[in-house]
C-alpha cells in the first residue's frame, strides 16, 4: 500500500477572474498587508454580498488570525477561509506550523477538497519554491490521520484534493513550482509511511510484520529491489553482537534491505542504516513502567528509511541509495541476554553489555560493519538511541555526529534549507576512553550519565572506519509525546534534501 493522504496536489496560475470559477468546496487565502491591494483578489473582493475586505481588514488589524465565510454569489468555491500568514522575518519553523493550522481547519471543515491561494510575499531568506514544496509537503504529511487500530472511534479524512493557486507567474517559474509542489507532495507521502509504521502498536508492528510491509512496496514502487535476512542468515554473518538483542523475545529478529539505483551504474551508493527495536523495554535491564508504552516508536529510524526510500522511487530520483532496516524486539526472559554478557560482533570485536537498555548500539554495530559490501559513498544511521540527546536538544532538533566533517555540514544544511533541523556535537578522541572494559575489546556503554548521546556515537565510531559516516540521534525529535502524541515523520524532509539537493 502506499501512504499516500491527498490523491492530487496540482498548481497553477489564476487571475482575478479565474478565482472566481474555481470550484472548490474551500477556498483559502493568505492575508498579510500586501493582500488588500492584490490584483487577483479584485473580482471577489467586488462580488455582490462579499465581506472580504472587510474580513481582511481585521485580520490585518490584529482583530482576528482567520475567518471563515460563505462564498458570496456566483462564486465556484463552497467556503472561503482567510488566515493571517506568518511576518517576513518568520523562522522556518513558523511556517510549517501555519500550513499545518490551515490543514487542521481543512480537516476540520470536512472539506473533500481545497484550494489555497499562495501570496507572492514570503518570508525573508526564502523564495516561492520553498514555500510551494514546504507547503505541499505539510499538507500532505498533517493531512495524515492514524485510523488503523480503531474500530469505534476512527475519524476518516474526508480531504482528498488540494491545488495550489499562483498569480502572475511566467510560464518557466511556473513549471519551476510545479516541480518544487511535486517534490514536497512525494516527500509529505514519505513523511507519511513513517509516521504509520511508528504510530502501529508493538503487537501491530513486529519485525517479521515490517518485513512483509517492506516487501510489499515492490507492488507500488517496482524500481525498488527489496531482499531480506532472517536470524539464521545473521547468524551466518556472525552478527553476535545483533542476535544478542532479540534472544529475550518470542519474535525473530529480521533485517531488510531496500536498494533504488536510479543513478549512474557507475556511482556508488550512499547507504541509510535505520534502528529498528519494534518494541524496547530495556531487556534484563528493565526500564520503569512510566510512558514505556511509547517504546513502539523505537523504530522510527527504520521507519525513516521506510519512507524515505519510497520517496526516492516515486520522484524517480537519479540516486544510488541504499537502506537498510534493523530490526528486533528488546524483551526480557530466561533466554534474555544479562548484563555482564559477553558477545562476538561481526567485525570480530568483542562487546561486554553492561546495560542491555543499550540495545540500538548492539544492532547497529553489526549492520554498520555489514554495509561495507555495498562499497558505499556515504553511511548514515539514524537511531531513537538516547534519552541524553532529549535532555540535552529537546524536540526541535536531530543530534548528529560523524567521522566525516563534510557529510556533518551537509547535513546540517540540509536541515536548515527543510526545516527540519539539527544540531552537531562534538566526537572528540576525548571521549573513546567511555567504551572500555577490563573483559571484553569494547562496553556497550560509558561511565556514568555524561555526555550519554556522545558515547552511544563513539561506541559505533569503531564499527566505522572504512567509510565516511555519520549518526543521527533522532530520538527527541521521530515522535511527539503528550496530548498530541504521535509520529512526526522526521527526519525525511531532512533526508530528502540531503540526498535530493545536497550534491552528496
Known sequence: MTYKVLSSLTANNVNSADILKVKTDLLI??????????SELKDLKSSSNSMIGESMNEINNGTRKSIFLPAPAKVGAKNILLIKEPE??????????????????IKSS????????????????????WMAEVAARTFEAAAYTFNATKNKTAKPVTVKKGAMLFSGLTPAKLKSVKSSVQFGHAVGEGMNATKHLGDLPANHCTPRIIETKTKALKKDFPALKISSLNEKDLERL???????VGKGSDEPSRMMTIEYRGGAKDKQPLVLVGKGITFDTGGISLKPGSAMDEMKWDMCGAASVFGIMQTLARLKAKVNVVGLLVCAENMPSA?????????TSMSGQTIEILNTDAEGRLVL????????????????????LTGAVVVALGTPATGVMGNDQPLADKILAAGEASGDRAWQLPLWEEYAHCTKTNFAD????GGGR????????????NFTKEYKWAHMDIAASAWTGGAKKGGSGRPVPLLAELILKGNL
Open 29 to 38: 487565502i493568505g492575508v498579510n498587508k500586501k493582500t488588500s491591494s492584490a
Open 88 to 105: 517576513v522575518d518568520a523562522a522556518s519553523f513558523l511556517v510549517i506550523r501555519h500550513f499545518e493550522e490551515i490543514m487542521g481547519m
Open 110 to 129: 470536512k472539506s473533500k477538497d481545497f484550494a489555497f491561494l499562495m501570496s507572492s510575499a514570503t518570508p525573508k531568506k526564502v523564495d516561492l519554491n
Open 238 to 244: 556472525k552478527m553476535g553482537s545483533y542476535l544478542s
Open 335 to 343: 533466554r534474555a541476554t544479562k548484563p555482564g554478557d559477553v558477545v
Open 365 to 384: 554495530c553489526d549492520a554498520l560493519t555489514y554495509v561495507k559490501k555495498f562499497k558505499p559513498s556515504h553511511v548514515i544511521d539514524m537511531a531513537t
Open 442 to 445: 569494547l562496553a556497550n556503554i
Open 450 to 461: 555524561e555526555a550519554g548521546t556522545i558515547t552511544a556515537a563513539s561506541f559505533l565510531s
